[in-house]
């Protein structure tokens, strides 16, 4: 099955940037709408920011105008470019794609995972 590996997190300051990057690899496969999610400690997941495959963003209300996420089909990779991080954006940041395989069919396929943490 497609595997999806994310990179990026890093330990920023305050009103600092950071961008993430979610791959995804493994034989002939189509991604329509992906999806970045964080966990804080203690907190349930959230979803932050979804892409269609037209394109078309979604943004929860915290991120709005600091977060930006794109896509490069041609590289199988979502991109979420934070700006202006606070301490609250500090989680374990996942994506999440739906994919198309001839064999499975439409599958939901979660990456392990990157730590963003934002501290001074």
């Known amino acids: 099955q497609v595997q999806l590996v994310e990179s990026g997190g890093d330990l920023v300051q305050p009103g600092g940037s950071l961008r993430l990057s979610c791959a995804a690899s493994g034989g002939s496969f189509t991604i329509n709408t992906v999806g970045w999610y964080r966990q804080a400690p203690g907190k349930e997941r959230e979803l932050v920011a979804t892409?269609?495959?037209?394109?078309?963003?979604y943004y929860t209300d915290s991120v709005k105008d600091r977060f930006t996420i794109s896509r490069d089909n041609a590289k199988n990779t979502v991109y979420l470019q934070m700006n202006s991080l606070k301490p609250e954006d500090t989680a374990v940041y996942y994506c999440?794609?739906?994919?198309?395989?001839?064999?499975?069919?439409?599958?939901?396929?979660w990456g392990q995972g990157t730590q963003v943490t934002v501290s001074s």
């Open positions: 892409i269609t495959s037209s394109e078309i963003t």
């Open positions: 999440n794609a739906e994919v198309y395989q001839r064999l499975f069919g439409w599958t939901s396929q």
